[in-house]
């Protein structure tokens, strides 16, 4: 029997990084990996992350992010972490061979305003759009060359 490898994105309070870093990932992805997203506070997903993630041609609206404790009775093959390392610590997954930390401010925290809100968002989803897209381009290769270069990320 074969098994979708899981895929989990966690970010430190608000799941609106992790939400936008599991669109991106579904739609580059495919069908190869099953994603999941949690927060560590139960808050649900901001509507300027889905408007943002809209604008890159990039559907949300439907995910919701997984219950944190939950996830703990899964196996993931990859867990990321998102977190802004100058205000936050890292969220913890111990049970995973492949755990990533990528430094990505919370957007919720970013700009003045309406537009300096949005600025914000918009920002941090070109960010992980990036970091996202290299990520999938690394899990297409040898698995001692993904760990390395997933960890390269991170510093």
């Given at each position: ?9 966690l ?14 990932f ?8 099953l ?14 992350a ?14 919701k ?5 939950s996830?703990?009775q ?6 990321v972490?998102?977190?802004?390392e ?5 969220p913890?997954?111990?049970f995973?061979p ?32 990036g970091?996202?897209?290299?990520l ?11 760990f ?8």
């Amino acid at each position: 029997m074969n098994k979708i490898p899981k895929v989990l994105f966690l970010s430190r309070g608000s799941a609106s990084r992790a939400e936008m870093a599991e669109g991106f990932f579904r739609s580059l992805a495919g069908s190869q990996f099953l994603p999941f997203s949690s927060g560590t506070e139960n808050e649900g997903v901001s509507p300027l992350a889905v408007e943002v993630m809209s604008e890159a041609g990039v559907e949300i609206s439907a995910q919701k992010p997984s219950e944190t404790g939950s996830l703990f009775q899964q196996n993931f093959q990859y867990v990321v972490a998102l977190c802004d390392e100058s205000r936050e610590r890292y969220p913890l997954y111990p049970f995973t061979p492949n755990l990533l930390k990528w430094n990505v401010r919370d957007p919720e925290a970013g700009g003045d305003g309406p537009e300096g809100r949005k600025q914000a968002f918009l920002q941090v989803r070109d960010q992980i759009g990036g970091m996202v897209k290299d990520l999938v381009e690394m899990m297409h290769q040898p698995a001692a060359s993904v760990f390395a270069k997933a960890h390269a990320h991170a510093a």
